[in-house]
């Protein structure tokens, strides 16, 4: 069974430009979450879902962040305008059901110049 | 609210040698408690979980951990660590209804 798919799992752009990652979550898990993980501030959720629904976004660093889950088989965290600060790994994971085990992708390294 | 202490940020055992990684956690009622291991350029994986029952749970890669209510702790124990267990642990509190909150991570240095 193909586990949480991220992609690109690498990206470089230049500061001022739209960043757009993606996440495919296994197949029949209700609960999405993506992370920021860094060295100086380590693993932070940034939001998560429930059948498709955010249910938490309390994480979400500024206005300039946005996560959306069309259908229950993919998930977008958008950064626009993006800023150096944003450079990090974003990861996504996905669980059965909110409190269960979480699965985790292998995440996408972002460099803004 | 919920949270999680993992008190070593970096730990060196040497191969063979046994291992503990300590965590205490916060939550009001009965945790659902995890840990998890990262390698490097990869997402984090699961090695074991509680729920409820039997206090003393066995995980993946010859791991086990020990829930202990009235310290509040879910220590992570290895008799003999391999070279190939270097990586980072977190530990995480959770809730049947509710998102996990993960420690800041422990670090195993494994010697040769």
């Known amino acids: 069974d193909a586990g949480v798919i991220q992609s690109p799992r690498h990206e470089v752009t230049e500061m001022g430009q739209e960043v757009t990652l993606r996440c495919k979550p296994i197949?029949?898990?209700?609960?999405l979450f993506w992370y920021r993980q860094t060295m100086m501030r380590g693993l932070e959720l940034l939001i998560y879902?429930?059948?498709?629904?955010?249910?938490?976004d309390s994480g979400m660093p500024e206005d300039r962040f946005s996560a959306k889950m069309p259908n229950a088989s993919f998930s977008t965290l958008k950064i626009q305008p993006s800023e150096p600060r944003d450079s990090a790994v974003y990861f996504c994971?996905?669980?059965?059901?909110?409190?269960?085990?979480?699965?985790f992708g292998d995440g996408t390294r972002l460099s803004i110049l | 609210a919920q949270s999680v202490t993992q008190p070593d940020i970096h730990i060196t055992v040497s191969e063979g040698a046994s291992l503990e990684l300590r965590c205490n956690y916060s939550y009001g009622a009965t945790p659902y408690l995890f840990w998890y291991v990262q390698s490097p350029g990869q997402g984090l994986q699961l090695l074991l979980k509680?729920?409820?029952?039997?206090?003393l749970v066995q995980g993946i890669k010859g791991f086990e951990a020990e829930f202990k209510r009235s310290q509040s702790s879910f220590n992570l124990r290895k008799p003999s660590v391999h070279w190939s267990d270097a990586a980072e642990y977190f530990c995480?509190?959770?809730?049947?209804?509710?998102?996990?909150?993960f420690g800041d991570g422990t670090t195993l240095t494994v010697k040769p």
């Open positions: 509680y729920f409820s029952g039997d206090t």
């Open positions: 197949s029949g898990h209700n609960s």
């Open positions: 995480a509190v959770g809730a049947f209804a509710g998102k996990s909150t």
């Open positions: 994971a996905s669980s059965l059901d909110r409190g269960q085990p979480q699965h």
């Open positions: 879902f429930n059948n498709n629904v955010p249910i938490d």
